[in-house]
Every structure is written in C-alpha cells, then in structure tokens.
C-alpha cells in the first residue's frame, strides 16, 4: 500500500476533508490518503504573514509525523515551506501550485490561476517563479472570495469563478489552475462551462507523488535539498 499524507496548510479541519475527498477520488486503488491539519498555524492562509506561519506549522507538523510515509501533498497553494519540507523527508514532496502548472504546461501553450484574493497573486507568482514554471503563467486572477468563504456558498463561488476564469482566458489563458486547495471539487463542474481544461493541483499532486513512489524515486539530497543540518532549534 501506498500512503500520502496530504497537509493542509491551515488549521480548519473541514478543509482538510475536503481536501482529503479530493485526494480520494483520484487515488489509484491501493493508495491511502492521511490527511493531516497543522495543531496550529492560521484559520487560513491570505498574505506574506499567514504564510510564513503556515510553512513553520506545517515543518513542524512533518518533522513530528508518528508513522510513516511514501510521499506528501502540500496542499496550499502559493504557500511557503516547499523547499524545507524537501530538506526534512526522504520521500517525495509535491505541492500544489508546482503539480497544476505542470500538468497545465502539456495540455496548453498558456496557462492562468484563478484564485482567492488578490493579495494571493505574488506569493503564487514567486512559487511559480521558484520552480521556473512563471514563463508560460498568463496571469494569476483573483476571485476576490476569501478562503474559507469559498465553502460557504456553492453557486457564489462558482460564479466568481467563471467570472475570473473569462479574464484570465481574454489575457490569453488556455488552462485555467484552481488557486486555492480549497477549490478542489470546481474542476470537474467547470470544464465544460468554460471550454478549455480546468486542473486541480490536488489531484494533480497525488498522481505526481504516486507515480514517483512506485518508481522509487525521491528528492536528491545532494546539495540544495540536503538534509537539515543538525543543531538546537528551539519551538517557543
């Protein structure tokens, strides 16, 4: 069996089992998914300042982790932390910001993301950046929904959705990337509405960390990914 632990980045557990839905229905017959939720952090992550607390729950979270595992979703998208998570395990890390645009990259010239509140779009531009996948980014466009508000009104987030989903196609979009984990579920039900795919960087994270960890494959730990090195951290 396969186990993946997928990690919200923020405290609310309802999101994380939406998250972990997500996970499921993707995940190949013989793959567990673990959904884990930070025992602190933020309610949700919008700004530099949410997400630098994030990343250091989340790290905590992992380094704490009471059994093991062959890979792990980081399921925020934008968010900090991808490069220590990768110094800290021994199996693969993916988050979601790098899976979707990775995905999007082989089913269009130009991509987009559709997310939650503006001030999202330069940590995503910068995680895009990082992993050298910005070039072919069209654009990251704002639903203007916070995070949590996306699971309060179906049909609102919906329609905000499109309405984004349309700017970023006239900027010359031809995928769209769902921009916040809490987005997973919105592409199967926009695909069509728009006409051109729609990729959920959840579901985009499990097949990545599937196919590595039935290849055997992991981050190299020569050089920029090496372990951390041992000395005192103290945790407040």
Request: proline content about 4%; glycine content about 10%.
């Amino acid at each position: 069996m396969t186990v993946i632990a997928v990690v919200n980045c923020n405290t609310s557990t309802t999101m994380t089992e939406t998250i972990a839905a997500g996970a499921r229905t993707v995940a190949l017959p013989g793959t567990r998914i673990l959904p884990l939720t930070p025992a602190w952090g933020v309610a949700s992550a919008e700004g530099w300042f949410d997400s630098f607390l994030s990343a250091a729950s989340v790290l905590d979270l992992l380094q704490n982790l009471d059994q093991p595992v062959d890979g792990v979703v980081m399921a925020g998208f934008g968010e900090h932390g991808r490069e220590g998570a990768r110094e800290l395990l021994d199996v693969p890390v993916v988050d979601i910001t790098e899976a979707a645009a990775l995905y999007a990259l082989v089913l269009g010239r130009r991509f987009a993301v559709v997310t939650t509140l503006a001030r999202a779009a330069g940590q995503i531009e910068d995680s895009l950046r990082t992993a050298g996948l910005l070039d072919r980014c069209a654009g990251v466009f704002a639903t203007g929904l916070g995070v949590l508000d996306l699971e309060l009104d179906p049909a609102t987030t919906e329609q905000a959705f499109l309405d984004a989903s349309r700017q970023a196609m006239a900027a010359g979009a031809e995928v769209i990337c769902l921009g916040c984990a809490g987005m997973t579920g919105l592409d199967t039900r926009m695909n069509d509405r728009l006409g051109i795919p729609v990729v959920d960087g959840v579901s985009c994270a499990v097949a990545l960390v599937e196919s590595l960890a039935h290849r055997r494959l992991t981050t190299s730990k020569s050089g920029t990914y090496a372990a951390p090195l041992p000395k005192l951290r103290t945790l407040r």
